[in-house]
Structures are given as C-alpha cells and as structure tokens.
C-alpha cells in the first residue's frame, strides 16, 4: 500500500522527496527546513531554525514563516517532520542519501582497520560522485557541501582500496578515477590509482599515472610529487614480483623491475 511505502529523501545531485515510486510536491521554503534537518542529523530549536532558513528578517516573522512552512509540509505528509513545542526533526523513518554516504565511509574506516566486513556494493560510485544540492548557494548549505566533499573524497579513496585487495581491480580503478575527477590536484587520489594499478600488475598503467599527477602539479601548484609516491612507483613492480606465489609462472618475471619502472 502507498501508505506504508518507505519515505526516502536525496540530497546529493538536488533535493527529491519520494514515497515509494511517488515523488513528494515540496515548496523551496519547504525543501529547505527538511534538508537543514536531514544534514543534522538531530532535533534543532525552533528558534535555530528559523534563524539560519530567514536570516534576513526579525525573529517574529521568522518563527511565524517556519510555521507557514512546518504547516504546508504536513500537508504532504505528517510522518516528515516531527516537531514539539520547541525543536525539530526529521522523520526518524526517512531513508537520506548523506546519512547512508556517511555511514558507509565510516564502515569502510572500520573494515581497513579488521572491526567489521563492508558491503562494496551498498553505496554506488555514482552516489559517491554527486553534490550535495549543487543548485543552492546559503552559506549553511556551501559549509554542508564542502565537508560532504571530504567525505566523499576519502570514501572513494577507501572503496578503491578495499576493492583492489577484493580483487575487483576493474572497479577500484572507476572509484579511484571518480576521486580524481572531483579534485584532480589531490595526490592521495593519484596514489589510489597508482596502487590499484600496481596491485593489478600494470605496471607501466602506474607509471603513467604518475607521470600525469607530476604534471598537474608542476603546471597548477609549481611542485613535485611526494618522495613516498615516487618511491611507490619505483618499487611496486619489484614488491609485486616479490608476491607471486613460488612456482607459478608470470611472463612478466623475465623483464628486469628497474627497467619497468624507468619508462
């Protein structure tokens, strides 16, 4: 029954509310009360509220203007936003993007550290790729923004990780490209590429990568790449070697470590 379908609520590529298969009406005043409590993540005043969403007018009109909109959201739907007589809060039932991005990150944290297993597959690389309601521009959502970037950057870089050492060399080289493409002058995203190459076998693949990351940052910051990141191009192919199971062939044996990594 749709009245027992799930509420779900995206963020990340722009604001969409949904019931099952149908999407919730929402007015801009309204889209923005349900994102500031989505991002929250816990009840906010009233007063708080109304504060960051009207700035620019007096308290009293910014109250009464929370309740105008507090008023139009339940009449879409009751189970949206919870409210008493002094705080406010998002449905507890509501599925958010952010909170399941963010929680996959940390679960991806305690899975490299041996605490838990992971699901790779529970959070897209596409869901890791999109701004968070890239069409908005009040200071709250830009602070909101850039501190979801970070989250997902260092998801990316940890799904690629985790993948490569699943043996899914094909996708932890997509996570790995995707964190590049969101900030291609962070050498942490480069190294992830590198690695996953050199975890693969593909060795030149890593050495032209770190040809391409030694380029953007002679050309945009005037700098070199790290030494550890040289030196990890420099010895991949001789400590990968060094992996390979005794007894089993590997054409890539007869080639000499030193002269891979020189090209």
Known sequence: MASSAPLRLALIGGFALRKGDREIVV???????????????????????????W??????RSLADLRTTLWRINQSDKAIVTATHSTLGLGASIEVDVLKLVAFTRRLGQAAAGLVRADLDSVAVSELSGDLLPDWYEGWVQDEREA??????H??????????????????????????RMEPLRETAHRTL????????????ARRQFRACRRLLKEELRVEPSESLRLLVET???????????GRADPRRQQSPARIAAR
Request: no cysteine; charged share 20%.
């Open 194 to 205: 590198i690695e996953a190459h050199l975890t693969e076998g593909n060795w030149s693949e």
């Open 27 to 53: 007015a801009a005043s309204g889209q923005r009360l349900i994102a500031l409590l989505a991002l929250h993540d816990r009840p906010i005043t009233r007063l708080r509220v109304a504060g960051t969403l």
């Open 155 to 180: 998801a990316l870089e940890a799904l690629a990780a985790a993948l490569s050492d699943a043996g899914r060399h094909a996708d932890a080289i997509q996570a790995a490209l995707a964190a590049i």
């Open 55 to 60: 700035s620019e007018f007096s308290t009293e």
């Open 236 to 246: 991949g192919p001789m400590r990968a070697t060094a992996q390979i199971p005794a």
């Open 148 to 153: 979801l970037r970070q989250t997902r950057l």
